[in-house]
Structures are given as structure tokens and as C-alpha cells.
């Protein structure tokens, strides 16, 4: 089986390349990548007509309002409170795949790791579960949590930052 740091570069290399389908198949595993060509239809209904406005000599720029087209709002999830360690020398933990992000192997079992939590290399984090495939996430890097930047349950994005780790 390809371990998670293998299958992040495959991404990677199917997401920079022309290709729209990959599929890896060995000794019973199979992983499939499609990349999303989504056509984006936009529909917009015509504006009111605004009455032209009459030559002014205005000192200050005036504005017109017209009617506006209702767009759909789309909400973004909160952002995280600032951390007060000097964030360039903080290393980021990212998510390998989409998926729903867990802190712990199970409900009723405490979180992986917490804010100040030591690491090594190879500890496991969390989990992202992606297809009903639960997959441990590693710290990749010695050092100490400094924050969680994702809640428990949350849906998470490829390459999306779940946790920043001061180096040691």
C-alpha cells in the first residue's frame, strides 16, 4: 500500500498535468483520481434601467445606486483567533485529501495530539476520513503543537492548514 506522503505527490503531479482521470491498481488496491471540470453556468437577470443623471460640477464623487441582482451568499468558516508566536517560523500541517477531519480514533477516545502536545515525525495527528477510509495524518516534523486549526467533525480541503507546529 502507498503511504500518504506517496499519494499527496501523486495528487500533485495528476493536479499539475492535463490529464482529467488517473487510476493505480496493485495487489488489491485501487486508487482513483478525477479532477472536478465543473462548468460554471452563470445566470444574471437584467437590472432596472437607472435614470441618467445630469452633468453636475460636483467637488466630491457622487454615487449612483442601481438595483442589485441577488447573488448567492456563500458563508466562509470562522477564522482563528491570531496566535501571538511569530507565524513565519511555524511549520503547517495539511490536509493530504478531502475529507471530514477527526482529532481522535474514536468519539468516546481523547484527541491525537493538543495545543502544546510534543510531536515527532511520525506521530499520528488525526484523522481525515475520506470515502469511508480513515487515514492517520503525521506530524511529518519534530516539534510542538502550537495550535488546531480546524474543529472536530469539519469538512477540510486539500492542502487546507489543520495545525501549526514550532519546530524544534
Known amino acids: 500500500m502507498l503511504k500518504v506522503q506517496e499519494i499527496r505527490e501523486l495528487i500533485k503531479l495528476v493536479d499539475q498535468s492535463s490529464i482529467n482521470e488517473f487510476v493505480y491498481e496493485h495487489e488489491g488496491y485501487k486508487i482513483e483520481m478525477k479532477k472536478n471540470n465543473v462548468e460554471r453556468i452563470v445566470v444574471s437577470e437584467p437590472v432596472a434601467p437607472v435614470a441618467p443623471v445630469a452633468a453636475v460640477q460636483v467637488a466630491q464623487p457622487k454615487v449612483v ?15 482563528a483567533a491570531p496566535v501571538n508566536v511569530d507565524q513565519e517560523n511555524l511549520h503547517k500541517i495539511t490536509s493530504p485529501m478531502v475529507g471530514t477531519f477527526y482529532q481522535s480514533p474514536s468519539p468516546d477516545t481523547d484527541a491525537y495530539v493538543k495545543a502544546g502536545s510534543k510531536v515527532s515525525k511520525d506521530s499520528i495527528v488525526c484523522i481525515v ?16 503543537i502550537v ?8 469538512l477540510v480541503e486539500y492542502g487546507q492548514p489543520l495545525f501549526l507546529v514550532k519546530p524544534e
Open 65 to 79: 445606486e442601481t438595483a442589485a441582482v441577488s447573488q448567492p451568499v456563500v458563508q466562509e468558516a470562522p477564522k
Open 129 to 144: 476520513e475520506a470515502m469511508k477510509l480513515f487515514n492517520e495524518i503525521e506530524a511529518e516534523i519534530n516539534g510542538e
Open 147 to 154: 495550535e488546531i486549526l480546524v474543529k472536530d467533525g469539519q
